[in-house]
């Protein structure tokens, strides 16, 4: 028998189709599934693991969190132990009976270092059985076919230097968060309600962001002023701008504006008109960087891009999402991918228009590497397939792609001068003579400015001028796609962990919103360790040890040098910071009362606190007044909250504003009696249940739970009958009055931006698809969609399962 083993299990069984002669068997070994399949006569095994299935720690004795022992924790030995033990237990089973293994993790750093764990594993129970190790950059026939074809062998040095980030990353994290975690309580009785952590990346990594809001704190505005005005030629008007574009002075910015302003002008002559045209060559092919920055700037942030990349290139729709290659090697076949393309409609006659051209020549990006090429499309995607968010990036690797074999497109830009009454205008356009590869790829591109035609010496009509008092800016914020690049030019974290950083920022509230403000937390943070271990707040001491890890990949440093010179390093940090623990308690204890604050309480007029509770888990707001004050306020749970400057109109209580995942932020009353937080409940219909058994009361109402702010529907005979559904969590809810034949559920209407939808309430009704667990296809969701108003159905009332529609269960009240 011959066992594949791959990193995931969507990966495992997505390898045992291609490579199987018919359809794989689905299997479990114990709890874990497996894909039997025959290939050239014999059987085959693929097994999926759930990544690292063995994880680093301290050896025993190191549990408890004390001030007293950081010292020696920055010194103890760092074991592996297994962190899968069911998928462990069925990877000793299978590697008892093979008689030759692939590993067909991914190929990266931190997939050979998971490949390296599994090898191990089974050479501990058959010491005999030959290993092979197989590399692709797509999960596609060819690429997988070829990779079996001309297996080869385990990188030791590249998972040795994998591990040596693990132990670093380990010794370092649990070092500086016990830290500041044990400071911050110390200083303090109430609970911050989460870890303070800090890191060799995720601390420079803050401070970049932190820097930058000092900077725009120290900025000092400059007042100026602008004069601009309208022209027209027939009926085409354009824009026009005094030819001082900021007027430093008042006075001067007047006297141009009472100029064009007297009675009487009413017309601009052309003083000149001249035409430039550029060229733009068209982008690089995408490595994780570009990637992260472009999906950033279409609101998808880098942690989520590289969720839904991991899951695009598992089901083969684009190849491995994590690279730092921007050049396409001669080997890719580049018109078979555009080929390949052809069978998405929306690409139809771009994909015509290149395989037209014969030759091709792609761009080319600043880094060559030979492990994986750029990131590309890898087989044609169905829309309809697709979440939309899944969709959205895909569809932007593809454009990015046919975009890098495009021409590049040529600009002409248009300056017009122009006077008026003696003051001098200039109007500006820039239009698209070729579109070239903006015709396929329109992400980044600027709105065209459009100036009817016009030639030195004619006039045009004057339509008036304003003048406009402005202040110049500060320096930008960071958006999350530029801190990427930023992060990727200092040398902090790779190109597989930069996203998980920035994300690590913002759970540990240390950051928010998009551009990244830094909290008071997070500021305190980074002055407490700048103030006394200021090495590790610099990217440096980060690049020098990412440098050495990469000797270990090149064979030319050893692990144990590497993870020594970090714990000196850690060592010499922590002498300063165990020295002040008081005053950094006290200044994170401080922070943590400032990015709590949500106004002021109505009783005893103290700060009312966002609090954490122990004893629920769950955060609350509580007067800082406590005990004297013992006014608290609840707070739906699961979510992230930010105070709000006004307070209540209704009742004056004050306001917090709460961010939901996928949902746009909402504003809430902290009373939960304020008639601003009453949802009227509605009369869906009938219960079911209740009608058969002969209770005319049981109606089923729509009701929001006060806890998750989340819309569900319930009988109003509950304890009863026991019916709940839930419900679609955005949208307008819409009663019909009509009955489901077969189930007998409510029927409504829910309208969304993408139309009305007429569903049953029931998601078990038998008139909706079920959903099949053994075969996900490629980006399925949990159900198809739920048909519009008006579409044929099977019986009256059906529907495939909503967005909302999941198994029945009781929505907590």
């Avoid at 020696?72 to 592996?80: M, N």
């Avoid at 993790?105 to 129970?125: N, P």
């Avoid at 100026?224 to 005005?229: A, D, I, L, N, S």
């Avoid at 580049?334 to 409609?345: E, Q």
Wanted: proline share 6%.
């Amino acid at each position: 028998m011959r066992l594949v083993i791959s990193e995931k299990n969507i990966a495992a069984r997505r390898i045992a189709e291609i490579l199987a002669v018919g359809k794989p068997q689905t299997d479990k070994v114990y709890t874990t599934p497996v894909y039997l399949f025959r290939r050239d006569g014999e059987d085959w095994v693929s097994i999926g693991l759930k990544g690292h299935i063995m994880k680093v720690d301290f050896e025993e004795g190191h549990s408890k969190w004390k001030l007293e022992g950081l010292d020696d924790l920055v010194h103890a030995e760092v074991l592996k132990q297994p962190s899968e033990k069911g998928i462990i237990r069925s990877l000793e089973n299978l590697a008892k009976k093979a008689d030759h293994i692939y590993i067909a993790t991914d190929y990266d750093r931190e997939g050979e270092l998971i490949g390296s764990d599994a090898r191990g594993i089974v050479v501990r129970k058959n010491p005999d059985v030959p290993i092979e190790r197989v590399r692709f950059s797509a999960i596609t026939r060819d690429e997988i076919e070829k990779a079996f074809a001309e297996p080869g062998t385990i990188s030791d040095n590249l998972a040795e230097a994998g591990g040596t980030r693990q132990d670093i990353d380990l010794i370092w994290g649990a070092v500086l968060t016990r830290y500041l975690t044990l400071a911050s309580n110390k200083a303090s009785r109430r609970a911050w309600g989460e870890m303070l952590s800090a890191g060799r990346v995720q601390t420079p990594t803050l401070k970049l962001i932190v820097d930058r809001e000092r900077e725009r704190d120290a900025f000092v505005p400059e007042t100026y002023w602008t004069v601009k005005g309208t022209c027209a030629k027939g009926d085409e008007q354009f824009a026009v701008s005094h030819a001082t574009e900021r007027f430093k002075e008042l006075e001067a910015a007047k006297r141009a504006l009472e100029a064009v302003s007297a009675s009487g002008v009413s017309e601009a002559r052309v003083t000149e008109v001249k035409k430039a045209r550029r060229t733009v060559k068209p982008p690089a092919p995408f490595n994780t960087t570009s990637l992260l920055a472009v999906a950033a700037s279409e609101g998808l942030s880098p942690a989520r891009t590289m969720r839904i990349a991991e899951s695009l290139y598992m089901s083969g729709l684009i190849s491995y999402p994590r690279v730092d290659n921007t050049v396409y090697p001669p080997s890719l076949d580049i018109k078979g991918i555009l080929r390949a393309l052809d069978g998405v409609p929306a690409y139809h006659e771009h994909v015509r228009g290149l395989l037209g051209k014969g030759e091709l020549t792609p761009t080319r990006g600043k880094k060559q590497t030979t492990d994986h090429p750029p990131i590309h499309p890898t087989a044609a995607a169905d829309p309809e397939k697709l979440k939309p968010e899944e969709f959205k990036l895909y569809n932007l690797v593809s454009r990015r792609f046919m975009a890098t074999l495009s021409d590049a497109a040529i600009l002409e830009s248009t300056k017009v001068s122009l006077d008026v009454a003696g003051e001098p205008f200039v109007a500006r356009g820039d239009v698209t003579v070729k579109a070239g590869f903006r015709a396929v790829y329109p992400y980044g591109s600027r709105k065209e400015e459009l100036l009817p035609a016009l030639e030195e010496g004619e006039s045009v009509r004057f339509m008036g001028a304003e003048m406009e008092e402005k202040q110049t800016q500060p320096p930008a914020r960071y958006s999350q796609g530029k801190l990427i690049q930023e992060m990727e030019e200092l040398g902090l974290g790779t190109k597989a962990t930069r996203h998980d950083i920035i994300q690590t920022l913002y759970d540990r509230k240390y950051v928010n919103g998009d551009p990244i403000e830094p909290t008071c937390k997070g500021i305190t943070v980074v002055n407490a360790l700048v103030k006394n271990a200021e090495r590790i707040t610099t990217p440096e001491m980060t690049s020098e040890l990412e440098a050495e890890m990469d000797q270990i990949a090149k064979a030319q440093a050893k692990r144990d040098e590497v993870v020594e010179h970090s714990r000196r390093l850690l060592s010499g940090v922590m002498s300063g910071l165990l020295e002040r623990v008081d005053d950094v308690g006290e200044e994170l204890r401080a922070a943590a009362d400032e990015d709590a604050k949500l106004g002021v309480c109505p009783t005893s007029g103290h700060d009312l606190l966002i609090k954490y509770s122990p004893k629920t888990r769950g955060y609350f707001v509580g007067c800082s007044g406590y005990p004297e004050c013992s006014v608290t306020y609840p707070l739906p749970q699961a979510m992230r909250y930010e105070a709000v400057d006004e307070s209540c109109e209704e009742c004056g209580t004050p306001q917090v504003r709460l961010y939901r995942f996928k949902r746009k932020p909402l504003t809430r009353c902290l009373n939960p009696d304020c008639p601003t937080n009453h949802v009227p409940v509605l009369d869906l219909g009938a219960c079911p249940v209740c009608a058969k058994e002969g209770r005319e009361d049981g109606r089923i109402l729509r009701r929001v739970s006060q806890k998750t702010l989340k819309q569900f529907a319930r009988c109003t005979n509950y304890d009863v009958c026991g019916v709940s559904y839930p419900l679609p969590q955005s949208g307008e809810i819409e009663p019909t009055g009509e009955i489901c034949e077969p189930c007998g559920a409510p029927i409504v209407v829910v309208t969304t931006r993408k139309g009305p939808w007429r569903i049953c309430l029931d998601p078990e009704c038998e008139t909706k698809e079920p959903k099949d667990d053994n075969k996900p296809a490629a980006g399925s969701k949990s159900g198809a969609r739920p048909k519009k108003r008006g579409s044929s159905s099977k019986s009256k009332g059906s529907s495939s399962k909503s967005k909302g529609s999941s198994k029945k269960r009781s929505a907590s009240a």
